[in-house]
T-cell receptor
Framework: AQTVTQSQPEMSVQEAETVTLSCTYDTSENNYYLFWYKQPPSRQMILVIRQEAYKQQNATENRFSVNFQKAAKSFSLKISDSQLGDTAMYFCAFMPPGTASKLTFGTGTRLQVTL | GAVVSQHPSRVICKSGTSVKIECRSLDFQATTMFWYRQFPKQSLMLMATSNEGSKATYEQGVEKDKFLINHASLTLSTLTVTSAHPEDSSFYIC????????FGPGTRLLVL
């Protein structure tokens, strides 16, 4: 069974600064997908970024980028130029391939962006 | 991205009654949908995998007779909480699988 670990329950960053959220996972699979989801106070789960394990290049979406280290089973999220709207709960998630594959979530990191 | 809706967004019911929550994929077809439960300040807990045209697959510890799931079409899955009790009060979220999982906005259930 896969496990996903987020070791930072809470983090704080000042507006315009950069912050990195950590995530590690454990799996015996070689092909899989990794995700970061954001859950703002509205509680709507929003996909932030997705990474396929077979791709060595780190995924990037505007101010969001990941550092994917497959051998170390690490998948951190970097948020650049933090904005107040980035305040949310961030969940790291793992999914094996297949149409009925389930997401395994980490426990989440609560990020607070301050002025 | 793909859009998933949920209805109702919040519901209050009396203990002993049943509540149905609908999950719809609005602009894509989903043979597989998922139902999660989330307690305050916690992560999402998968309850069951809903498969179109077949029985749902429940996670260990989730009562099948308590949480009835029906996936009658490629765009609709329903979760019925039967004989609801206060301990069933929670936030329920569905997701539908396209190239990734897209989530509905959630349903807040309060059982009095």
């Amino acid at each position: 069974a896969q496990t996903v670990t987020q070791s930072q329950p809470e983090m704080s960053v000042q507006e315009a600064e950069t912050v990195t959220l950590s995530c590690t996972y454990d799996t015996s699979e070689n092909n899989y997908y990794l995700f970061w989801y954001k859950q703002p106070p509205s509680r709507q789960m929003i996909l932030v970024i997705r990474q396929e394990a077979y791709k060595q290049q780190n995924a990037t979406e505007n101010r969001f980028s990941v550092n994917f280290q497959k051998a170390a089973k690490s998948f951190s999220l970097k948020i650049s130029d933090s904005q107040l709207g980035d305040t949310a709960m961030y969940f790291c998630a793992f999914m094996p391939p297949g149409t009925a594959s389930k997401l395994t979530f980490g426990t989440g990191t609560r990020l607070q962006v301050t002025l | 991205g793909a859009v998933v809706s949920q209805h109702p967004s919040r519901v209050i019911c009396k203990s002993g009654t049943s509540v149905k929550i609908e999950c719809r994929s609005l602009d894509f077809q989903a043979t597989t949908m998922f139902w999660y439960r989330q307690f305050p300040k916690q992560s999402l807990m998968l309850m069951a995998t809903s498969n179109e045209g077949s029985k749902a697959t429940y996670e260990q510890g989730v009562e099948k007779d308590k949480f009835l799931i029906n996936h009658a079409s490629l765009t609709l899955s329903t979760l019925t909480v039967t004989s609801a009790h206060p301990e069933d009060s929670s936030f329920y979220i569905c997701s539908a699988r396209a190239e990734t999982q897209y989530f509905g906005p959630g349903t807040r259930l309060l059982v009095l």
